[in-house]
Nanobody, 127 residues
């Protein structure tokens, strides 16, 4: 059973930073695109960021460009999401994801289009 396990969520104030981590239980995801989605109360799950298997190319939602940075360490089977200048509207449950679809397509993928999901970690930003 392959698992994705997120960590690093919490309660912060607007303008603060957080770093999320997502560890994979196996090296299966070495060539997979990996990324992050988020879901706020009463809203659909939305794309946040993705990174290709090599780690060379990254993709971001417009709402987080310039503030968030995704990276990966394939030796550790781990992907990271550095979140800076956090805003109250960033409050959501953040989900780690893995799939072999190209990162350029992830902005239009829905919950049923991604093969592997983590359990989610809560990020709350107070004003």
């Amino acid at each position: 059973q392959v698992q994705l396990v997120e960590s690093g969520g919490g309660l912060v104030q607007a303008g603060d930073s957080l770093r999320l981590s997502c560890a994979a239980s196996r090296r299966t995801f070495g060539t997979y695109t990996r990324g992050w989605f988020r879901q706020a109360p009463g809203k659909e799950r939305e794309f946040v960021a993705a990174i290709t298997g090599s780690g060379v190319t990254t993709y971001y939602a417009d709402s987080v460009k310039g503030r968030f940075a995704i990276s990966r360490d394939n030796a550790k089977n781990t992907v990271y999401l550095q979140m800076n200048s956090l805003k109250p509207e960033d409050t959501a449950v953040y989900y780690c994801a893995a799939d072999n679809q190209p990162g350029s397509s992830w902005f239009r993928l829905g919950i049923n289009d991604i093969r592997y999901w983590g359990q989610g970690t809560q990020v709350t930003v107070s004003s």
